[in-house]
C-alpha cells in the first residue's frame, strides 16, 4: 500500500466530511405534483432531496462509464428501475424517512463500487474506500457529506448505514441495530471498528479501485 497516498485521500476525506453545506429540498425530479408518500417526502426533505441528486448524477456517471457494454447498460437501467420501486415501497416501513434514507445510501455505495464513472471527482459522495480488519473479510465504506453526513460500510454480508456523531478527533459514525451498535471512526489511515455484537477492532483503510 502507497502510505503517503492513502494518508492524502483520508485527509481530503475527513476535510470533505468536516465541510458544512446548505442544500435545498429540491431532487432530481419535479416536485410539482408528486405521486406517492415516498416521493413526498423526498420533495419535503433536504436531505433526502440531496441523496436523490447525488444518486441520479452518480446514475448519470454510471451510463457514461467509457467501455461500458450495451448490455451492462441495459442491466443498469432495469437495476435503477427496481430501486426505484423499491424505494418508492418504504411507504410500507414504520420509519418511512430511514429507508428511504437507507434505500439512498446503498444505492450511492453500490454504483460508486461498480461503475469507475461513478467515482469522477464532484458531488457529496466519496469512496469506496477499503477497510481491512485482522482476520475478518475485507469491507467497504463510502461517505455521504449531508447533513448529517452518513457512512455505508459494506461486508460480504451486510450493508449498515451509519450518521455521523460529535467526536474529538477524526470522524466517527455510528448506528444502533437490532443485534447492537456499529462504530467506524477513522483517523488517518486507522479506523476503530465494531460491528453489531462483536468486539473492537483496529483496521486499516485504504484505496478501492
Given at each position: 500500500m502507497n502510505i503517503a497516498r492513502t494518508v492524502s485521500h483520508t485527509g481530503m476525506l475527513l476535510g470533505l466530511l468536516a465541510a458544512s453545506q446548505t442544500f435545498a429540498a429540491t431532487p432530481s425530479f419535479s416536485c410539482a405534483r408528486p405521486e406517492g408518500a415516498a416521493v413526498k417526502a423526498v420533495c419535503s426533505d433536504d436531505m433526502l432531496a440531496a441523496l436523490d441528486r447525488e444518486t441520479a448524477r452518480l446514475y448519470g456517471l454510471a451510463r457514461a462509464t467509457p467501455g461500458l457494454s450495451a448490455q451492462r447498460k441495459n442491466e443498469l437501467t432495469a437495476v435503477q428501475r427496481g430501486w426505484i420501486?423499491?424505494?418508492?415501497?418504504?411507504?410500507?416501513?414504520?420509519?418511512?424517512?430511514?429507508?428511504?434514507?437507507?434505500?439512498?445510501?446503498?444505492?450511492?455505495a453500490e454504483?460508486?463500487?461498480?461503475?469507475?464513472?461513478?467515482?469522477?471527482?464532484?458531488?457529496?459522495?466519496?469512496?469506496?474506500?477499503?477497510?481491512?480488519?485482522?482476520?475478518?473479510?475485507?469491507?467497504?465504506?463510502?461517505?455521504?457529506?449531508?447533513?448529517?453526513?452518513?457512512?455505508?460500510?459494506?461486508?460480504?454480508?451486510?450493508?449498515?448505514?451509519?450518521?455521523?456523531?460529535?467526536?474529538g478527533s477524526g470522524a466517527k459514525y455510528t448506528g444502533q441495530y437490532p443485534d447492537g451498535e456499529a462504530t467506524f471512526w477513522q483517523k488517518g489511515p486507522e479506523a476503530f471498528v465494531q460491528l453489531p455484537g462483536g468486539k473492537d477492532q483496529t483496521c486499516r483503510v485504504g484505496l478501492s479501485g
Amino acid at each position: 500500500m502507497n502510505i503517503a497516498r492513502t494518508v492524502s485521500h483520508t485527509g481530503m476525506l475527513l476535510g470533505l466530511l468536516a465541510a458544512s453545506q446548505t442544500f435545498a429540498a429540491t431532487p432530481s425530479f419535479s416536485c410539482a405534483r408528486p405521486e406517492g408518500a415516498a416521493v413526498k417526502a423526498v420533495c419535503s426533505d433536504d436531505m433526502l432531496a440531496a441523496l436523490d441528486r447525488e444518486t441520479a448524477r452518480l446514475y448519470g456517471l454510471a451510463r457514461a462509464t467509457p467501455g461500458l457494454s450495451a448490455q451492462r447498460k441495459n442491466e443498469l437501467t432495469a437495476v435503477q428501475r427496481g430501486w426505484i420501486k423499491g424505494r418508492d415501497d418504504c411507504w410500507k416501513a414504520s420509519d418511512a424517512t430511514a429507508c428511504i434514507r437507507d434505500a439512498y445510501i446503498s444505492r450511492i455505495a453500490e454504483l460508486r463500487a461498480g461503475y469507475k464513472g461513478a467515482r469522477a471527482k464532484g458531488g457529496v459522495s466519496i469512496g469506496p474506500v477499503t477497510v481491512t480488519c485482522p482476520g475478518s473479510p475485507p469491507m467497504s465504506a463510502t461517505f455521504v457529506n449531508v447533513e448529517p453526513s452518513l457512512a455505508y460500510l459494506a461486508g460480504s454480508d451486510r450493508g449498515l448505514v451509519m450518521t455521523i456523531a460529535r467526536s474529538g478527533s477524526g470522524a466517527k459514525y455510528t448506528g444502533q441495530y437490532p443485534d447492537g451498535e456499529a462504530t467506524f471512526w477513522q483517523k488517518g489511515p486507522e479506523a476503530f471498528v465494531q460491528l453489531p455484537g462483536g468486539k473492537d477492532q483496529t483496521c486499516r483503510v485504504g484505496l478501492s479501485g
